[in-house]
Structure formats: C-alpha cells, structure tokens
C-alpha cells in the first residue's frame, strides 16, 4: 500500500521561500504522477502543481507559475515543491497525492484522478 507523508511547512514572511517534500513509501511504482494540492481557510482544495514519472513532465497553475518547482528524486522516492516569493495568498495547508492521470498542455488537475493523499503541511505567510 502506498503512504504519502509531506514535510517542510512552517510560517514564512512573505517574499520567502519554503522547500515542500512528499515521501513515498510502500508500492510505490503504482503510480505515475505526483500532485500538490493546497486548501486555504474557507476555500476549496486546489490543485498547484504536478510531476509525472517518467518523463517528468510537470504542470504549474497560473497562480504559482514562475514561483514555484516541482522535482523529483527517485532514489529517495520523494518529490519536492520549491516555493519561492511566497505570497499571503500562499497560505494553506498542503498536500501531495498520487494518480495516474497526467494531462499535458493547459493546466488541469482533477481531485478524483488523485487515489493516495498525504495528511498536509501547513505553509503559513505572514509578516
């Protein structure tokens, strides 16, 4: 069975950076892309970024572009988001999830498609 753990939150003023990592463990080659989602107080879950296995092809939504990497490590079965000129905005609890659906071209990343979810990290931007 795969487990998903994330790791990294914590409180950062803005215009800082945090470094988000999901480790996998368990059958982990029962999945083929690697998802970050983020639910904000009072918001809906939605999707920030994703990664395939092979290649690694990845995703951003438009709010985090240019902001935020997504990468991979295989040998230690993690992935990590970069997440860098946070915003206020940027607040919320994060999670990784595992699915097999990588939609290629515009950004588009479906709850449903996601099998395996992690408990979250809290990422908190604040002066």
């Known amino acids: 069975q795969l487990q998903l753990v994330e790791s990294g939150g914590g409180l950062v003023q803005p215009g800082g950076s945090l470094r988000l990592s999901c480790a996998a463990s368990?059958?982990?080659?029962?999945?083929?892309?690697i998802g970050w989602f983020r639910q904000a107080p009072g918001k809906e879950r939605e999707g920030v970024s994703c990664?395939?296995?092979?290649?690694?092809?990845?995703n951003y939504a438009d709010s985090v572009k240019g902001r935020f990497t997504i990468s991979r490590d295989n040998a230690k079965r993690t992935v990590y988001l970069q997440m860098n000129d946070l915003k206020p905005e940027d607040t919320a609890i994060y999670y990784c999830?595992?699915?097999?659906?990588?939609?290629?071209?515009?950004?588009?990343?479906?709850?449903?498609?996601?099998?395996?979810w992690g408990h979250g990290t809290q990422v908190t931007v604040s002066a």
């Open positions: 999830a595992a699915g097999n659906i990588f939609y290629p071209g515009n950004f588009n990343m479906r709850e449903n498609d996601y099998t395996t």
């Open positions: 990664i395939s296995r092979s290649p690694s092809n990845t």
């Open positions: 368990g059958f982990t080659s029962n999945y083929y892309v």
